[in-house]
């Protein structure tokens, strides 16, 4: 971590952005195999205050999944004492940001305009950088599905030479990023590490490209090319109904979308309904939105990321150098694996030192 002297000196504003996509383990594990440990935060901030000093500024950013409760995933990590500590004995401010522009209902998982509820972003605001041509997804066909299953907002800017993203300020605006991600699988690129948490970067999930409509047949990679007739069926009907329910945003139509599709009476029936082949086969709903190693289109929106953080500059125009410096830390202190990112299994202690004897 002496290293962190070499892109930070005093006066300088760094921000540490760590894995915090959500407040709790969807299958109820170890939340620590989804998020950046709290010990490592600290240990990163600690290094860069001796670096930046009293006059510089350390933020811990980050814009976690819609349905994150922020304010319970940050009392679970013992953050805000650590943000006190800071300020009692060191008399520095440590700022932990959630740089989101709207929270859905909290533990849901379905995003709807009827269940989503503004939120102050970054405070410092953020900027729309389109790649144009420049996006690893021009020239891609196909739909694009983004966070929720309204496409309208990803489609409107993932088009032709359009590829936009809303990124933070406050990102664009340091002096270097210290990136300290999770190590654990991710189900649609294969593993989250430093590029993949990237996507914390952007306050709209909907700028944010996860998969393409439709099956390899079609051109997309949604899923696997079904060997069951009836899903072929059902991915289409589905298709039909998020444009008549979903994209109407009408909260009616929403609330009965979400009813008859994600209701616990719903998830109960699966099973009835996937014997009476009125529901996907198991192999074609595992790898449903874009979930195995065919998806094609996540790790380019990945690649867009990795791009905007080394080479746009605070007002989103792009440059041939660097605009500011990065530094990685991988948390594999309690790693994660099998169903990732969300249900991983905890893996402790998958960085182990091993003593060579000399």
């Known amino acids: 971590m002496e290293s962190v002297g070499a892109i930070l000196g005093p006066g300088n504003t760094v921000v540490i952005k760590p ?50 409760d922020f304010d319970n995933l940050i009392d679970t990590m013992k953050l805000k004492v650590v943000q006190a500590a800071y300020r009692n004995r060191l008399g520095v401010n440590l700022d932990v940001l959630d740089l989101r522009r709207y929270v859905a209902k909290v533990g849901d998982g ?28 021009y020239g891609k066909p196909g739909e694009f599905f983004g966070a929720d299953p309204d496409t309208s907002e990803t489609q409107r800017n993932h088009r032709g030479s359009t590829h936009r993203y809303q990124v933070s300020s406050t990102i664009l605006s340091c002096d270097a990023l210290i990136s300290v991600p999770k190590l654990k699988v991710h189900k649609k690129v294969g593993a989250t590490l430093n590029l993949k948490g990237m996507v914390g970067m952007n306050t709209n999930k909907n700028f944010l490209v996860h998969y393409t409509l439709g099956t390899p047949a079609k051109g997309g990679d949604q899923a696997v090319d079904p060997v069951v007739i009836a899903d072929s069926i059902i991915l289409k ?57 065919g998806n094609d289109t996540c790790w380019r929106m990945v690649a867009d990321l990795a791009k905007l953080m080394c080479y746009a500059d605070n007002e989103g125009t792009l440059h041939e150098t660097p605009q500011r410096a990065m530094f990685c830390v991988v948390d594999g202190i309690i790693g994660g694996d099998g169903n990732g990112p969300m249900r991983p ?4 202690h998958y960085f182990r030192i091993q003593s060579t004897g000399r």
Not at 122 to 129: C, L, Q, R
């Open 19 to 68: 894995n915090f996509v959500i407040d709790q383990h969807y299958a109820g594990g170890d939340i620590y195999s989804v998020v950046t440990h709290p010990s490592v935060i600290r240990a990163v901030a600690d290094y860069c205050l001796i670096a930046v000093q009293q006059h510089g500024q350390i933020i811990v950013a980050d814009a976690p999944v819609e349905d994150c």
């Open 110 to 137: 379905n995003v709807y305009s009827f269940n989503r509820t503004p939120l102050g972003g970054d405070p410092a605001g953020d900027v729309v950088v389109d790649l144009g041509e420049q996006s690893m997804l």
């Open 237 to 293: 009907i589905r298709k039909i109904i998020n444009a008549v329910f979903v994209s109407s945003h009408n909260r009616y139509l929403e609330r009965l979308h979400n009813t008859l599709f994600h209701s616990r009476l719903y998830v109960r029936c699966r099973n009835l309904l996937r014997k009476m082949g009125l529901e996907l086969s198991d192999e074609t709903d595992r790898t449903d939105g874009g979930n195995w190693h």
């Open 345 to 348: 299994d905890a893996r402790p």
